[in-house]
């Protein structure tokens, strides 16, 4: 009897370390944090909301494009001597065909987006919790009770508040601001290429200084959140047990602690304000990219026969879609 307890404790004990094997090899090749394990948690459903979605951002990013080819068309036929009310109803009913188009693809944006992210922060808010409850007693005895569940609660309530913003904003918004300015380049180059070609490696100086301050931005605000979850989780510890707090004066402690865990978020913010001032002082540069649009836009209406309506159409694309 003795020989089979013992020989079942070391299968019992054998399969425990095959699972923890499977498991550790399994959050090891997990990636943490990417797109794609977020979207692992939508359905058949959730990705026709995408597809919908993602069409309706396309839809909403080409307008500017779509709306540039119009008045172009519009302020050539205003100089020419024949033009009529039946061309003034033709490019009337341009405007409101766009206008339709772009309005339905920013309500299917919108609502798409938004419904398949309610969805899916649902299903990654009921996952976490049940991996949190699913854990052993000990877990939470060497992990301090009470600092685990202040980063429990932050962590449903904040990241995937965080999560459901990116789905319902981000991607929508990356999506159409990409379409934006590739549709706005491609415009200005069928309505101007010599324009476009002079004017558009100007414009990448802003494109870069966007790209550098995001990443920068985005790095200090990754060390803020940090900041704040040691200071919530020092609240936290200190509210749930109050009163050995109390017992053992140590408020004045507590106080310190605290007051030390937010000192980095004064410092980063700081930075994060100074990085956003020159992030947005660079929006200066599109006053020079005018300057020399404006120059040789002039050249080419008066030695290259180009027409006015296409160059400033032109411009206003290789600006603006640049923004």
């Given at each position: 009897m003795a020989e089979s307890s013992s020989a079942r404790k070391k299968n019992v004990e054998l399969s425990r370390n095959k699972t923890d094997g499977k498991e550790k090899s399994r959050s090891?090749?997990?990636p943490s944090g990417s797109l794609k394990t977020v979207l692992n948690q939508s359905d058949w459903k959730d990705m026709l909301l995408m597809i919908l979605g993602s069409i309706g951002s396309l839809a909403d990013g080409s307008a500017m494009a779509l709306m540039m080819l119009i008045v172009s068309s519009l302020m050539n036929s205003y100089g020419?001597?024949?033009?009529?009310?039946k061309d003034v109803n033709k490019f009337s009913l341009a405007f409101i065909y766009v206008a339709v188009g772009v309005g339905a693809g920013a309500f299917l944006e919108g609502f798409c987006w938004a419904r398949t992210a309610e969805r899916q922060t649902f299903r990654i808010r009921r996952q976490y919790l049940q991996a949190v409850l699913w854990q052993d007693v000990g877990f939470f005895d060497t992990n301090h009770g009470a600092s685990i569940a202040s980063q429990v609660v932050s962590s449903i309530s904040t990241d995937t508040l965080t999560i459901q913003g990116v789905l319902t904003e981000k991607i929508a918004n990356f999506i159409?601001?990409?379409?934006?300015?590739?549709?706005?380049?491609?415009a200005a180059l069928y309505l101007s290429w010599r324009l476009a070609i002079v004017a558009i490696p100007a414009l990448s100086m802003l494109v870069v200084a966007g790209f550098v301050y995001a990443k920068l931005l985005g790095d200090v605000g990754n060390k803020i959140q940090a900041a704040y979850e040691v200071a919530g989780g020092i609240v936290e510890q200190a509210v749930s047990s109050i009163r050995t707090v109390y017992s053992y004066v140590g408020e004045e402690r507590t106080v310190k602690a605290y007051k030390i865990s937010l000192e980095p978020t004064l410092k980063h913010g700081i930075k994060q304000g100074l990085m956003k001032g020159m992030a947005i002082g660079t929006i200066g540069v599109t006053f020079a990219v005018w300057a020399l649009q404006g120059w040789y836009g002039s050249t080419l209406v008066m030695h290259r026969k180009a027409k006015g309506g296409d160059v400033f159409t032109a411009g206003v694309c290789i600006v603006y879609g640049g923004l």
């Amino acid at each position: 009897m003795a020989e089979s307890s013992s020989a079942r404790k070391k299968n019992v004990e054998l399969s425990r370390n095959k699972t923890d094997g499977k498991e550790k090899s399994r959050s090891s090749a997990a990636p943490s944090g990417s797109l794609k394990t977020v979207l692992n948690q939508s359905d058949w459903k959730d990705m026709l909301l995408m597809i919908l979605g993602s069409i309706g951002s396309l839809a909403d990013g080409s307008a500017m494009a779509l709306m540039m080819l119009i008045v172009s068309s519009l302020m050539n036929s205003y100089g020419d001597a024949s033009f009529t009310l039946k061309d003034v109803n033709k490019f009337s009913l341009a405007f409101i065909y766009v206008a339709v188009g772009v309005g339905a693809g920013a309500f299917l944006e919108g609502f798409c987006w938004a419904r398949t992210a309610e969805r899916q922060t649902f299903r990654i808010r009921r996952q976490y919790l049940q991996a949190v409850l699913w854990q052993d007693v000990g877990f939470f005895d060497t992990n301090h009770g009470a600092s685990i569940a202040s980063q429990v609660v932050s962590s449903i309530s904040t990241d995937t508040l965080t999560i459901q913003g990116v789905l319902t904003e981000k991607i929508a918004n990356f999506i159409t601001n990409t379409t934006l300015f590739v549709t706005a380049q491609l415009a200005a180059l069928y309505l101007s290429w010599r324009l476009a070609i002079v004017a558009i490696p100007a414009l990448s100086m802003l494109v870069v200084a966007g790209f550098v301050y995001a990443k920068l931005l985005g790095d200090v605000g990754n060390k803020i959140q940090a900041a704040y979850e040691v200071a919530g989780g020092i609240v936290e510890q200190a509210v749930s047990s109050i009163r050995t707090v109390y017992s053992y004066v140590g408020e004045e402690r507590t106080v310190k602690a605290y007051k030390i865990s937010l000192e980095p978020t004064l410092k980063h913010g700081i930075k994060q304000g100074l990085m956003k001032g020159m992030a947005i002082g660079t929006i200066g540069v599109t006053f020079a990219v005018w300057a020399l649009q404006g120059w040789y836009g002039s050249t080419l209406v008066m030695h290259r026969k180009a027409k006015g309506g296409d160059v400033f159409t032109a411009g206003v694309c290789i600006v603006y879609g640049g923004l």
